[in-house]
């Protein structure tokens, strides 16, 4: 029998190791945007979420709209989410939802749909450096207010936000504040999703799994898997110091219909993650 120096030993050990945590972390549950099936969803919640979960989503984010229902509607969502063994981890929210006046009715709605995280999806408008700072300092409060309840805040990429935005709400929010990273718009700015992810470790709560093709004309209607995404280094970064939690795969809209298109993106999905 050949011998095996300890250090050779120990690196083979370190290799094993490594593998087996990333295959118990490639347990990451993947979820949908339902903004992805949007005009299905706004003709018919219930039937949309039970073809969601039908599919083997096991989270769904509910966008803007949502802010609308009263407590009623949100316990009617929460008991569908309930019978059919699905999640709502986190919403995607308008400013109006983090002002005095909103924030307890975003908490409410949160709350009974068993919601953790209330996502700023879009800023409005921003007046410089300055009104990054300040909208950093916004969040935190929220987050301080949020954090008795077990929840916490976060934001939404979209294009026009890299880099200094996104570096300065980065840098003037918690570390519990989530930044919630869309791959596709970030590619689309020049970020490097991987280096993004790896300089802000733990912070990567959810992931949107939007692809992203370059000079073309589908650009953001590429399926999830066709575009220029390196998604294998993403997830190994995202599971490895990123923190995330849970996945979202995302679509703005796509050569199929919504349903057809959610349900391709998760059979890709399931391939790679194989």
């Known amino acids: 029998m050949k011998a095996v120096s300890r250090r050779t030993f120990l690196a083979q050990s370190s290799l094993t190791l490594s593998a087996a945590a990333l295959a118990a972390s490639s347990k990451v549950p993947v979820g949908l945007e339902l903004y992805s099936v949007r005009d299905e969803l706004m003709k018919d919640l219930p039937g949309t ?13 509910f966008y803007a ?7 009623a509607e949100a316990k009617e969502v929460r008991k569908l989410l309930d019978d059919l063994g699905i999640k709502c981890n986190s919403t995607h929210n308008n400013p109006a939802s983090f002002t005095a006046e909103g924030l307890p009715k975003a908490i409410e709605l949160n709350q009974i749909i068993g919601s953790k995280y209330i996502v700023m999806a ?12 300040a909208l950093g300092d916004q969040l935190t409060q929220v987050v301080e207010k949020l954090k008795p309840l077990g929840m916490s805040a ?18 003037s929010t918690p570390k519990e504040f989530m930044l919630q990273l869309d791959v596709g718009t970030a590619l689309d700015a020049g970020v490097d999703p991987v280096a993004w992810i790896k300089s802000n470790p733990g912070r990567i709560k959810s992931i949107h799994c939007k692809d992203w093709a370059p000079g073309g004309p589908e650009g953001y209607r590429v399926l999830f898997g066709e575009g220029a995404s390196p998604w294998m280094k993403i ?5 490895s110091v990123g923190g995330v939690e849970y996945y979202l795969i995302e679509q703005e809209g796509s050569r199929f219909p919504s349903l057809e298109t959610a349900e391709r993106c998760l059979a890709t999905w399931k391939k790679m993650r194989a």
Do not use: C
């Not at 039970?50 to 769904?60: D, F, H, P, S, T």
């Not at 879009?122 to 700072?133: C, E, F, L, P, V």
């Open 122 to 133: 879009s800023a409005g408008r921003i007046d410089g450096i300055d009104g990054w700072k």
């Open 154 to 171: 976060g934001f939404h990429n979209h294009q026009t936000e890299w880099p200094r935005p996104m570096e300065v709400l980065a840098a």
């Open 235 to 239: 997830f190994e970064a995202a599971e």
């Open 49 to 61: 979420v039970r073809a969601v979960a039908k599919m083997g989503y096991q989270v769904v984010e």
């Open 65 to 71: 709209p949502y802010f609308g229902w009263t407590p």
